[in-house]
């Protein structure tokens, strides 16, 4: 049998990982693309700003709001801070989408995506993430109801 068979995350902080893992290798695999691999880079910036998209539909609307209520004041910063990053992101996702790869600022605007991401991913995982397990969140239930939430996001997408 194949272990793979089932590889949905079970708990809410693996669905994020995997979700930070499988966008930080896009975004590696875009930073080793060719100056003029056009519609490479068009393609592989579409797929990266739909996986941001749907991620942090995921966290503000099923993630954050548990964190929110079970980490007290604590969570409130951690939540706070993320949001604002998010709305920073949301707004460079939009810039991307509306260029072409050939466009000046393209791959700039690509690669500045990447770090605000790569900055986020680590404050999630190394401060939000053990303050939702310290917190006695029921991750697997979390886990559980983001994975629904993101199965539906992704075939209103197809």
Same mark, same amino acid.
């Given at each position: 049998?194949?272990?793979?068979?089932?590889? +949905? =995350?079970?708990?809410?902080? !693996?669905?994020?990982?995997?979700?930070?893992? /499988?966008?930080?290798?896009?975004?590696?695999?875009?930073?080793?693309?060719?100056?003029?691999? #056009?519609?490479?880079?068009?393609?592989?910036?579409?797929?990266?700003?739909? &996986?941001?998209?749907?991620?942090?539909?995921?966290? &503000? *609307? $099923?993630? #954050? =709001?548990?964190? /929110?209520?079970?980490?007290?004041?604590?969570?409130?910063? %951690? $939540?706070?801070?993320?949001?604002? &990053?998010? +709305?920073?992101?949301?707004?460079?996702?939009?810039?991307? /989408?509306?260029?072409? =790869? *050939?466009?000046? %600022?393209?791959?700039?605007? $690509?690669?500045? @995506?990447?770090?605000?991401?790569?900055?986020?991913?680590? *404050?999630?995982?190394?401060?939000?993430? =053990?303050?939702?397990?310290?917190?006695?969140?029921?991750?697997?239930? %979390?886990? +559980?109801?983001? !994975?629904?939430?993101?199965?539906? @996001?992704?075939?209103? /997408?197809?």
């Amino acid at each position: 049998m194949n272990k793979k068979a089932n590889t +949905q =995350p079970k708990d809410a902080v !693996a669905l994020l990982a995997a979700d930070h893992e /499988r966008v930080k290798a896009a975004f590696k695999e875009f930073e080793e693309l060719g100056d003029r691999a #056009y519609a490479t880079k068009k393609k592989l910036a579409d797929m990266i700003c739909d &996986e941001l998209e749907i991620h942090a539909l995921l966290e &503000e *609307e $099923v993630f #954050y =709001p548990a964190v /929110r209520k079970e980490a007290k004041k604590e969570g409130d910063e %951690l $939540v706070d801070e993320a949001v604002v &990053e998010h +709305q920073s992101a949301k707004e460079l996702i939009a810039q991307i /989408r509306m260029m072409s =790869p *050939e466009d000046d %600022l393209f791959d700039a605007k $690509v690669k500045v @995506l990447g770090e605000q991401i790569e900055h986020h991913v680590k *404050e999630e995982e190394e401060e939000m993430f =053990p303050e939702a397990e310290e917190a006695g969140i029921d991750l697997e239930e %979390l886990g +559980q109801e983001m !994975a629904a939430r993101k199965e539906s @996001l992704q075939s209103q /997408r197809l």
